[in-house]
């Protein structure tokens, strides 16, 4: 089992930045691939971003591609994503998942979810 925590959510305005943390624990960290997704309200969830186990390979979203940026710390066992240039059509709670030795993509299949953390920007 991998349990993800994630955090760093919250109201910002527009054009604003926010960073997220997922904290990983339970297994090897190394060992998997990870991704940040999103659900707005009424809306599916969405595939926002993702890196490979290795940390060699990146994947986005077109909606976010040159705004946020994925990365990270295997010493901490965290992952990050950096949102930069906010709009309000990326309110959405954001969740983290892990995918064992995942190369990274756009797929939604994950193996372990986080319980997800609101981001909120208003204009």
């Known amino acids: 089992q991998v349990q993800l925590v994630e955090s760093g959510g919250g109201l910002v305005q527009a054009g604003g930045s926010l960073r997220l943390s997922c904290a990983a624990s339970?297994?090897?960290?190394?060992?998997?691939?990870m991704g940040w997704f999103r659900q707005a309200p009424g809306k599916e969830r969405e595939f926002v971003a993702s890196m490979s186990y290795s940390g060699g390979s990146t994947y986005y979203a077109d909606s976010v591609k040159g705004r946020f940026t994925i990365s990270r710390d295997n010493a901490k066992n965290t992952v990050y994503l950096q949102m930069n240039s906010l709009k309000p059509e990326d309110t959405a709670v954001y969740y983290c998942a892990a995918k064992w030795h995942y190369i990274a993509g756009t797929s939604s299949r994950y193996d372990y979810w986080g319980q997800g953390t609101q981001v909120t920007v208003s204009s």
């Open positions: 339970g297994r090897t960290f190394t060992n998997y691939g």
